[in-house]
């Protein structure tokens, strides 16, 4: 009913083609993008900012990092922490050593550092495969982990071993370290995810985004059509390394402030997978279902338990998240193995000839 | 270049009785390396998941023993009960995630057995807490002095739990080889290694297998966990053993149980001495968290099946 496609008549190839071929889609789209620049930065407080909106953006363009990589191209890795790690310190290199560097440039520029060393990685994915690519990109996650501790430099010989964000003005507003105040840094985040969503989204459609579906569905057949796989492997290590290196970036500069090294443990790659798995491989929307899932299900899980009046210590309520979170990844795997995105598909498909189904 | 090429390989032959005593402390964590990637092995070969979770099971395992002790239950008791609550966790990971799953790709089965290890994890934490705790070990009967042998005049310290551990590790082994080539079940492990459907319609249940062969790595997981929990005490920071025994299985090739054993001995010993002769010197130490994965990673390059894996044949 509200959902027809009925009367909507392409008449080019290229109509055919367009991002939003279904107008609700479209207004859709409108609406959440209304929410995301208006409604939510009027009405939200400063725990929802610093709980909710933030992480899950970033979270967000984290996994659609590797939704590229794992979903696009089909090489999956177990890294995606280490890269944001590097986007992170490359970010606090470049800021601290070009003091008047606009913060925004820095946080772009900080992407190409973890794409370099993404490809860098990624260079075994030419020989490996399958789950040996997975296992090796755990080097990569283990190694880096560790010379962010051991490298002193890298952290500017702070005794504490940790990085701690300056204050950064741009434009007489303070967007970055402790002055700064949610609402400007969720607006500086919203922009970049928002410029990368749309970047990915036509990337994704394009040659490039169709190269690596074929090198994801079948390398062999992929290069018997004259695909060249280093060129595609390592394309899809680059362009994934270099918004995951963003998305660590943001990750410190404009959530937590201050970050060590462990920081970056296997446990954030672990979740950066489950966003990009349970939000749908393949897809670009799925992330942010994903991401909304993932980061939203244990600010609610906390909340119920005091809201119910059942008297439970924090311990206890953090374990149960723990296992609850691992419980619902097992359920959605089993229920749609394909994801949220897939979910929405199928709703979708149902809504187009509700309410006369035949 | 003449002090990290030259020098290390001289102060091991100054020390000899040193390196021996490195040598003997790879090998021990080694053996330990080698019984989880055993554990990995086995149900990747009989079922291709790669299962995240052995790590978690070692924990898990090694957790309900002391639990079941701290009870007030004799300490073999407890190991039998283990094994049961062991057996329920195989089955009850076959009935509720491997069978709604079959046929989906590896990577969804992989992040299942990771959201299993998530589960545990929370559930482990629930029931039994997340302190340390020291494992029953004179209470197995498993003795804790140590051998002090001279060799060269020098002085080595065998500790007589970790000569157990080695000792109960090849049992188990040589049990588990045995079990596979000569008994029915065992073959049947193997013929749904080779293939699925072919192993089907010879009338082999997968179901039944399948909770085998989980129960079988809960085995290892018990073994391991009361062998590790022996030297480092009982807590969920042994969880990140199980990432060590990722590069034992790249080493070995993720079919192979010689691969396995090999890989681990390896890996364990070639971290103990990258560690102590050029990573404590020259590298500011800790290195063993990433040289097994770099090293791994190296031969893999050259071997892309691991030292001892199939021949990976690909056919479009």
Known sequence: MFYRTAGQFKTSYKADQALFPVRQDAILLMVILAFAWVVFPL??????????????????????????????AGQLSLGTAAFMGVGAYACYKLITIFPWMNPIVAIMLSGIFSAGIGVAFGIPSLRIKGFYLAIATLAAQFFLVWLFEKWAWLYNYNASGAIQVPNIEMAGVWISGPQASSITQYYVVLAVVTIMTILCINLTRGTLGRTWKATRDMDIAAELIGINLMKSKLTAFAISSYIVGVSGALFVFMWRGAAEPNLFDIQLSFRVLFIAIIGGLGSIMGNYLGAILIVGLPVVLNIVPSALGIPISSATVEHLNIMIVGALIIFFLIIEPHGLNQLWRLIREKLTIWPFPH | MYKYTIEPFQEMFAAPDFLLQVLWEGLVSGILYALIALGFVLIFRSSRIFNFAQGIMVVFAALT????????????ISVGLTLVVMLILAISIERVVLRPLVGQPDIILFMATIGITLFLIGFGEIIFGGENKVMITEELGIPTDSFVLEPWGGLLILEQKDITAVAVAALLVAGLLLFLNKTRMGRAIRALGDDHQAALSVGISLQTIWVLVWFIAGIIALVTGIAWGARAGVSFALEVIAYKALPVLMLGGLESITGAIIGGLMIGMLEKLFEIYWG??????????????????IVLLFRPQGLFGERIIERV
């Open chain 2, 65 to 76: 023993l002391v639990g079941l002790h701290a009870m007030g239950v004799p300490a073999w």
């Open chain 1, 43 to 72: 009405t939200a407080s400063e725990f929802t900012f610093q709980t909710l909106l933030i992480p899950v953006l970033i979270y967000a363009l984290a996994a659609m990092g590797l939704n590229i990589l794992t979903g696009f």
């Open chain 2, 280 to 297: 404590q010197p020259f590298l500011g130490g800790n290195t063993e968290t990433w040289f097994a994965f770099v090293l791994a990673l």
